[in-house]
């Protein structure tokens, strides 16, 4: 279903597009004419995945289907770091801008209404994990396989919110009334696998938890849970547009998903020994079934209300003119999760003209290592703004990159 | 850049970036798995459901049956055939009106039972009628009542009352009606007490107290009175039963050994209890001509030989102390020392033959006419065998179908399955696997030769083996509608038989080693 859900976010994210800040064209821009207008409609969307362990074309037959081969199962593995990640994160938006009515007798006060679906999820875990889910046991000598940390999170949830800006700077916030879709969540703190020397008998040994929210529930805006957020920003732009910081804030809330949310707390040995055929063999059973797992590896769970913060992440970009048409970029991420790192980049803007520009950058944390990303930025004179690019280039064009991500805006006004 | 253009660009975009997302395989990857399948833990007590297989205080294995040879039917010392007797006419006291509340027949009689063989003395019924009809001439109403001493229920004597009607018109009226027989005793002494076969009763007719007009009787005037005795059946029986010689010969079925596979068995200390039991106030001479058994499979036969067996058997009558009954019983062991009786038993046989000749009351009536007979407890002879599972075997084959699920069958795995066996049995076995389809059976796997268990310290101890199998997983098994397993069991060449004891199992492992296909999204 995971899957399922990157891949339609992925089919939408080329219809819409584009999210975390605020466009740097829109604020560096001398055309203003779009601003002058009475409203302005932006659709944003993005979709992508970020690892520091795994490639391209294991994610793209992942996801897309394909055979992977054992040799590249095992040089992956290989290289996989201690701490291997994965992040993913898709989501289309649609804002409304009101830039004619005064608000509150401040004639730079405009009102915006905001509307989006958001699906996000990230895996922390042992290289060793991998290996086992993918080479399996017997690539591992016989005894006692520690697997370390896991840890899984994926939320999916929608928002409708209404807030205020500043029609020059942008600067402004958005409070939402979220709508929880689902919530699945699995944390290992340790676990550890035991392959017995005859390998007949193999055992987990888990310590965490796990919780999902209701699973009888699907769609948008099901029900599952109910909660609030609030997403802001602040741009501070030079008067001579020589210079830009922004400090932006997303998905600051909760959402409090229903009481039919399970968790199951998951301390415990789960053996395997094969099944039991003795009572077959005296004759009461004519079939031999195999056993699932699902039906072998069970720890009680309890239904209540739980409350759950969204994945907030902070952004802050400062931009300086170095030239008369280029500007030096730099700014980091943060996602206070215990799986990502903070993510720092740089890079070069070039003001074509005052319709276009054209940006590059390269990056390094989050979920994954090094990336090179661009983006175009368009503002068309009757007053269309697109903006298009990739965080992570390299996704496009290499198997062998960690990821691939695109983002993409349209925007008008009117 | 135009608008329209631009719309066609992202609409192109948009396709291209569609088409790549589209699914067309699911993933898969093939770990290297190693991991259990199954386990269990065989023992003889799963095979050996049968009730017959029961195990001695040194938990070893017997071979444990009773059957029934013949319960040679002797019922027919005692049988009363359907008999109609028709009574004496009565003289009648009185010719003319006869008032209310007159006796106009009054007699003491008897009737004669005729038996061929049999003296009865005293009988019980467990079934049967005893009919009656009266013919009367007399025109009037009369009351109609039988007595008989000797026919008692539970100890109280019986009496038969009923009543007659005028002829209307006719020549003579008919009364008829049956009384049960089952549970009467009757005393077949007759008038006299001594005598045997007769039954007495005092037969009485008065014309009928509330009669509404007198009774008529004209001269010549007879009332017929007919019994008879319909299907009669008889409980206990006492008198003298006479000489009789029965030959019998019958087959029994014998499923004892119906459960255990075809093999050469060498069974060593079996025996054999065969006894007769006479339940019947009887002498009797059992004259066996011959015993012999049938394997149905291998259509062999083999003749029972025992040195005192088939020589006339003389069995004293039984006593009966107040219903109490002390049987008589001739019994004698047969085992390897003065019989065939393993060569009998290892012909594993499905029917049993029995011939012979059974004299009863050789002497004559040396009892007083004392003879007695409970039918449901006669003349019975039994056989119960005591086989110790210490056998040898020579290609006992075991064999048994194990139907796959779906799941099973689609199990995407390639290497091999490894099959882990602990074998506490001191027997050598061969097993092969068969992958049968619809058209036949491939052989999957062969001479996977299991080792035996290794005599320990005393003759009941075995040391197990490990003993580890590798089954390749071959397209014949993975395409198999079912399994075929065939075990061939044999005790160890030189070792002669060996017990088989509750304390050893097979414990048993199925592991499997090798690359499991996993996939998902299709």
Same mark, same amino acid.
């Given at each position: ?269 789960? /053996? ?16 031999? /079934? ?125 | ?380 002879? +039994? ?109 160890? +060449? ?29």
């Amino acid at each position: 279903m995971r899957l399922k859900l990157i891949f339609l976010a992925i089919g939408f994210s080329i219809v819409f597009f584009a999210k975390a800040q605020t466009p740097s064209l829109l604020l560096l821009s001398t055309d203003t004419a779009w601003n002058r207008k009475g409203m302005m409609i932006l659709a944003e969307g993005d979709a992508g995945i970020s690892t520091n362990a795994l490639n391209v074309d294991f994610l793209q037959k992942s996801i897309l289907g394909g055979h992977l081969e054992r040799d590249e199962l095992k040089d992956l593995y290989d290289r996989l770091p201690t701490r291997s990640k994965i992040g993913y994160a898709a989501h289309s938006d649609v804002t409304f801008m009101n830039f004619a009515d005064t608000l509150f007798g401040n004639p730079n006060l405009g009102i915006r209404a905001n509307l989006s679906l958001n699906y996000e999820g990230f895996c922390g875990f042992h290289p060793r994990a991998f290996g086992l889910v993918y080479l399996g046991n017997g690539e591992f000598n016989p005894g006692r396989v520690d697997l370390g940390e896991f840890i899984y999170r994926n939320q999916a949830w929608q928002k409708i919110g209404f807030g205020l800006f500043n029609k020059s700077t942008l600067t402004g916030f958005t409070l939402s009334l979220v709508a929880g879709q689902s919530f699945q969540s699995l944390t290992l703190n340790e676990a550890q696998f035991y392959t017995s020397p005859a390998g007949d008998s193999l055992t987990l040994s888990v310590d965490g938890s796990y919780m999902r929210s209701d699973a009888n529930r699907r769609g948008l805006a099901n029900g599952s849970g109910l909660g609030a957020c609030l997403d802001f920003d602040w741009n501070v732009t030079l008067a001579d547009k020589s210079a830009l910081m922004s400090f932006s804030a997303r998905n600051l809330g909760f959402v409090a998903w229903n009481r039919k949310t399970e968790t199951r707390a998951l301390i415990s040995d789960f /053996q395997w020994n094969g099944l039991d055929v003795t009572d077959w063999l005296s004759g009461a059973t004519d079939t031999l /079934q195999l056993p699932s797992w699902v039906d072998t590896v069970q720890a009680p769970g309890t239904r209540k209300e739980t409350f759950k913060l969204l994945p907030a992440s902070f952004y802050f970009r400062y931009m300086k003119r170095i030239t008369k048409s280029s500007y030096v970029e730099s700014g980091f991420s943060y996602f206070p999760n215990r799986v990502a790192l903070p993510m720092a980049y740089a890079g070069l803007t070039h003001m074509l003209n005052a319709q276009f520009s054209l940006g590059e950058r390269i990056s390094y944390g989050g979920y994954g290592n090094f990336a090179v990303g661009v983006e175009i930025q368009w503002l068309s004179r009757n007053s269309w703004f697109v903006r298009a690019g990739s965080a992570q280039l390299e996704g496009w064009l290499l198997p062998s990159a960690r990821g691939r991500n695109v983002f993409f805006n349209v925007g008008k006004s009117f | 850049m135009k608008f329209p253009r631009l719309r066609i660009f992202i609409a192109c975009l948009a396709l291209l970036f569609l088409q790549s997302c589209k699914r067309d395989e699911p993933t898969s990857w093939d770990p290297d798995v190693r991991a259990p399948l199954a386990y269990g833990r065989l023992t003889l007590g799963q095979l050996l459901v049968d009730s017959i297989f029961q195990q001695d205080e040194e938990g070893l294995w017997h071979v444990i049956v009773d059957q029934k040879l013949t319960d040679f039917d002797l019922d027919s010392l005692a049988e009363i055939p359907d008999t109609t007797i028709v009574l004496p006419p009565n003289t009648l006291f009185f010719v003319g009106s006869v008032a209310q509340g007159q006796t106009i027949v009054s007699s003491n009689q008897q009737i004669t039972l005729n038996h061929p063989t049999a003296q009865f003395k005293q009988v019980r019924m467990k079934g049967g009628k005893l009919k009656y009809k009266i013919r009367s001439p007399v025109e009037g109403y009369l009351n109609c009542t039988v007595t008989v001493p000797g026919l008692t229920l539970n100890g109280v004597a019986q009496s038969i009352a009923f009543q007659i009607t005028p002829p209307d018109g006719q020549p003579y009226s008919t009364t008829e009606g049956y009384f049960d027989l089952a549970g009467l005793d009757l005393s077949l002494t007759g008038q006299t007490g001594f005598s045997f076969n007769r039954l007495a009763y005092q037969f009485g007719i008065v014309v009928a107290p509330d009669a509404p007009i007198p009774a008529t009787v004209s001269v010549g005037d007879q009332i017929q009175v007919e019994i008879t005795f319909e299907d009669p059946q008889i409980d206990y029986a006492r008198g003298y039963f006479g000489q009789h010689l029965f030959s019998f010969d019958e087959e029994v079925d014998f499923d004892a050994f119906s459960s255990i596979p075809e093999a050469a068995f060498d069974l060593n200390g079996a025996s054999t209890l065969f006894s007769i039991r006479n339940a019947v106030g009887v002498d009797a001479q059992m004259d066996f001509s011959q015993i012999t058994n049938w394997n149905e499979n291998q259509q062999t036969q083999v003749n029972l030989q025992h040195t005192s067996l088939f020589n006339p058997i003389n069995l004293s009558r039984a006593l009966d102390n107040g219903g109490l009954i002390s049987e008589s019983e001739y019994a004698v062991t047969l085992n390897a020392g003065n019989s065939n009786l393993d060569a009998f038993l290892e012909n594993l046989p499905n029917k049993i033959r029995i011939q012979g000749d059974l004299r009863v009351n050789p002497l004559g009536n040396i009892s007083a006419s004392n003879d007695f007979i409970y039918t449901n407890n006669a003349l019975n002879a +039994d056989l119960r065998m005591d086989i110790p599972l210490r056998i040898g075997i020579q290609n006992l084959i075991l064999s048994d179908t194990i139907a796959l699920s779906d799941g099973e069958r689609e199990l995407p795995i390639e290497g091999k399955l490894v099959l882990w066996i602990k074998n506490g049995f001191a027997l050598d076995a061969n097993v092969r696997l068969y992958a049968l389809r619809n058209d036949g059976r491939d052989l999957i796997a062969s001479d996977l030769h299991l080792l035996p268990a290794i005599p320990g310290g005393d003759e009941a101890s075995f040391i197990p083996v490990e003993t580890w199998l590798d089954i390749p997983i071959t397209d014949a098994l993975l395409q198999a509608n079912d399994l075929f397993i065939e075990v061939t069991l044999e005790t160890p +060449d030189g070792s002669g038989p060996v017990g088989l004891y509750a304390s050893q199992v097979i414990d048993f492992k199925l592991l499997v080693d090798g690359n499991y296909s996993i996939q998902y999204g299709k």
